[in-house]
T-cell receptor, first 112, second 112 residues
Framework: DTAVSQTPKYLVTQMGNDKSIKCEQNLGHDTMYWYKQDSKKFLKIMFS???????INETVPNRFSPKSPDKAHLNLHINSLELGDSAVYFC???????????FGQGTRLTVV | GIQVEQSPPDLILQEGANSTLRCNFS?????LQWFHQNPWGQLINLFYIPSGTKQNGRLSATTVATERYSLLYISSSQTTDSGVYFC??????????????FGKGTKLSVIP
């Protein structure tokens, strides 16, 4: 009964490939996010979606694109992967953009 | 943007000891949240505490919004408390929404 679940947990891929990470929440929240955690453990927001509308788009490369088929899902697509994209990506959700945030277990992406 | 500073960056405790972690922020915020990232990488929301004091078992948190700081108290620490503790604040991003900004964390190691 995981509240926020993301798949896969680990992803190893070659440079230049395209990959997706899926996220689903069963909390009934209306806002979902993607965060990136770098090798120094720093967490930075990449995107947030509220009612299927993108409301924050940080200065991330346009190779990254969030896709939300419905309120419970926010997937992350990454095109033309680069070595520097290696990191842990977290999905999260909250009720409104000021609500208590709950995180998925993270996806460790390694680009080789 | 808002700055979030946590101290100390690293902390080593003997099991059974008490500790206080501090979070300072540079501007008014709408809410403040404390997270624990366990050694397996999972981010757990400990407190949603825009102001006042809350307690949850051996953990308690106090936020003094007017003075722009929050404290996390851990009493009778256990080895399972080890991990990284993050403070995150929600502030208006200027793009029509609020954004959760994380501090760099306090890495806690509890030794038996």
């Amino acid at each position: 009964d995981t509240a926020v679940s993301q798949t896969p947990k680990y992803l190893v891929t070659q440079m230049g490939n395209d990959k997706s990470i899926k996220c689903e929440q069963n909390l009934g929240h209306d806002t979902m996010y993607w965060y990136k955690q770098d090798s120094k453990k720093f967490l930075k927001i990449m995107f947030s979606y509220n009612n299927k509308e993108l409301i924050i788009n940080e200065t991330v490369p346009n190779r990254f694109s969030p896709k939300s088929p419905d309120k419970a899902h926010l997937n992350l697509h990454i095109n033309s992967l680069e070595l520097g994209d290696s990191a842990v990506y977290f999905c999260a959700s909250s009720q409104g953009d000021q609500g208590r945030a709950f995180f998925g277990q993270g996806t460790r992406l390694t680009v080789v | 943007g808002i700055q979030v500073e946590q101290s100390p960056p690293d902390l080593i405790l003997q099991e059974g000891a008490n500790s206080t972690l501090r979070c300072n922020f540079s501007d008014s915020v709408n809410n403040l949240q404390w997270f624990h990232q366990n050694p397996w990488g999972q981010l757990i929301n400990l407190f949603y505490i825009p102001s006042g004091t809350k307690q949850n078992g051996r953990l308690s948190a106090t936020t003094v919004a007017t003075e722009r700081y929050s404290l996390l108290y851990i009493s009778s620490s256990q080895t399972t408390d080890s991990g990284v503790y993050f403070c995150a604040v929600a502030a208006y991003s200027g793009a029509g929404s609020y954004q959760l900004t994380f501090g760099k964390g306090t890495k806690l190691s509890v030794i038996p």
